[in-house]
């Protein structure tokens, strides 16, 4: 890249931090520092603010950067991301969005707690946030490594490792100073830019074929190499059994994964009432499926106009397609139209990382200082020491998705946080399903749902292809790969659910009826709602 693109980039980047930063200042000098303050805002947010805030939380790294690149490689089956990331919100906005919001306070661990002994069904609600948030928060991390090697040119590997601690840097400080009012409104003004710059794309992409869908399809059948079958399944995950059962495992693990994200499921009490948290979730539901539309119209984009062999030859994961397919719309690499239209794509793509990144860092520092905390004190903490807890908590666990950043940073963004849906679906959906809708669930049941998902998901994508075995793998030297599929959800997912009726069946506790029934009247009506 020429010098014009990185200024220009790193000016509008630096407009867009010094924004937040201000936001979350004042913000913070706004505060009175209580618990509801820090992780719900106050519950003060309208249905239309949480509808974008959403968006701008679930509307990742992954889906602008990894998805678009997997279109452009892949065709057909980088459309599997699209539907899978979509579909999950009916599963949400059904099954847990009003049940959720009536029935907890701050985290996921609040839901099951609710009728279980909660010591040990906090500890293993909170270890299991913490895991999914750091998988999470590690795409988001390569997701700002692999940008920064486009805008410097590939030619600094210590810029890019410095981006990603730049990046942990700032979420640290959103987290600690802002809570979740500041973490909001960063996501707010993020997810207007995010749907303002994919609608510029998209108008570009379809005035150079003169709005013609089938031509645009065609030109990237054409220039991909592999023909028509760049439209059809199986370019990826079609070849052999293994990876059509590789392609079950994640649509069923980004289908499933949404309903158990910790950074989601948080934002639920963000509003006043259970009947806000539903408007919220259709206000996203819009506003997300509006966007995947638009992500087919860019990869395919890109695979028209860029082509596969220079988006794989920028970045072999294909994360860097829709900042190429800007400098091309805009004219290329020497014009001026390029070098602004790459420049805002890149800020724009910075502020989703920057936004994506504070929420998930809030949901899980919340996890480490609401249930595990709490619970391992043996008393409950008392409300302005947990905070304190929690933004030490966020300086912790941003140190350690950097670490894991920065060795993961040839890996697709998109498919690192398949992996994130995959545990999400493993150990907390089937823990929070069964605590909402089976009477005779125990504590038992509840610990052993999460870590009978959680374990296996972990020890199977450690001895997968993504850590060992293959050139693309985490540590290409050495092989330990047991496990065929690249995503353990076909699996973990089951496993979850079968650990959680195993461990109720056998337990000696008997369910408690009266909590369930409070529970169940709580959940459907929201009486005795926080």
């Known amino acids: 890249m020429t010098g014009h693109h990185q200024t220009l980039a790193l000016l509008l980047f630096s407009v867009f931090v010094a924004v937040t930063l201000a936001i979350t200042t004042w913000v913070s000098r706004n505060r009175h520092g209580s618990a509801e303050e820090f992780y719900a805002g106050g519950r003060l947010f309208s249905p239309m603010e949480n509808g974008f805030a959403i968006s701008g939380d679930y509307m990742s790294a992954a889906s602008f950067l990894g998805v678009t690149g997997l ?5 057909y089956d980088g459309l ?23 029935c907890g306070r701050f985290t996921l661990a609040d839901v099951v707690a609710a009728r279980m002994s909660e010591r040990p069904v906090r500890i293993a609600a909170g270890t299991s946030s ?23 040119g590939g030619t600094s590997e210590a810029a890019r490792n410095w981006t990603v601690i730049g990046v942990g840097a700032l979420m640290v400080i959103y987290v600690s100073m802002g809570g979740m009012r500041a973490t909001t409104w960063i996501q707010i003004v993020k997810a207007v830019l995010l749907l303002g710059g994919t609608i ?86 819009g506003l997300i499926g509006g966007f995947y539309l638009m992500t087919i119209v860019l990869g395919f984009g890109a695979a028209a106009i860029v082509g596969p062999d220079a988006v794989r030859g920028s970045n072999a994961a294909g994360n860097t397609a829709v900042p190429l ?28 990382i920057l936004a994506v990144v504070a929420g998930i860092t809030l ?48 890996l697709n963004v998109a498919f690192l946080v398949g992996l994130a849906f995959a545990v999400a679906a493993s ?41 060992s075995g293959s050139p693309q793998s985490l540590f290409p030297g ?22 959680g009726w195993l461990g109720t069946v056998t337990s000696a506790e008997p369910p408690d009826e009266a909590k369930h029934a409070e529970t169940e009247v709580r959940s459907l009506t929201g009486a005795g709602a926080v």
């Open 71 to 75: 279109i452009a490689l892949f065709g």
């Open 80 to 102: 599997l991301y699209v539907v899978g990331f979509l579909v999950a919100w009916l599963v949400v906005l059904f099954l847990v969005a009003e049940l959720v919001r009536n």
């Open 130 to 152: 913490v895991t999914v948030s750091v998988l999470y928060l590690v795409a988001q991390m390569v997701g700002a490594g692999s940008l920064v090697a486009l805008l410097l």
């Open 200 to 285: 510029v794309l998209t108008v570009l992409v379809l005035v150079r074929f003169h709005g013609d869908f089938n031509q645009l399809l065609r030109a990237a059948a054409a220039r991909s190499g592999h023909g028509d079958s760049f439209l059809a399944p199986g370019l990826k995950y079609g070849g052999t059994w293994t990876a059509r059962f590789d392609f079950i495992s994640l649509g069923l693990a980004l289908v499933l994964g949404t309903a158990g994200l910790p950074h989601i499921l948080s934002r639920f009490y963000t509003v006043p009432t259970a009947r806000a948290a539903r408007r919220s979730v259709v206000w996203a539901i």
């Open 325 to 352: 397919l800007a400098l091309d719309l805009g004219g290329g690499a020497a014009s001026t139209g390029g070098t602004v239209l790459f420049a805002i794509v890149a800020a724009i793509a910075f502020a989703t």
């Open 363 to 410: 949901a899980s520092s919340a996890s480490v200082a609401h249930d595990l905390y709490a619970s391992l004190r043996r008393r409950h903490a008392k409300p302005r020491s947990e905070v304190a807890v929690a933004r030490l908590a966020a300086v912790g666990i941003g140190a350690v998705a950097i670490a894991l950043g920065l060795l993961a940073r040839d």
């Open 427 to 467: 150990a907390n959906l089937p823990v929070l399903l069964y605590s909402l809708f089976w009477r005779g669930f125990t504590t038992r049941g509840a610990v052993w749902a999460v870590y009978g998902g959680l374990v296996p998901a972990l020890l199977l994508v450690v001895l997968s292809p993504v850590v």
């Open 478 to 499: 050495v092989d330990f790969q047991y496990f065929p599929l690249e995503n353990p959800g076909l699996v973990s997912i089951p496993l979850g659910f079968l650990a």
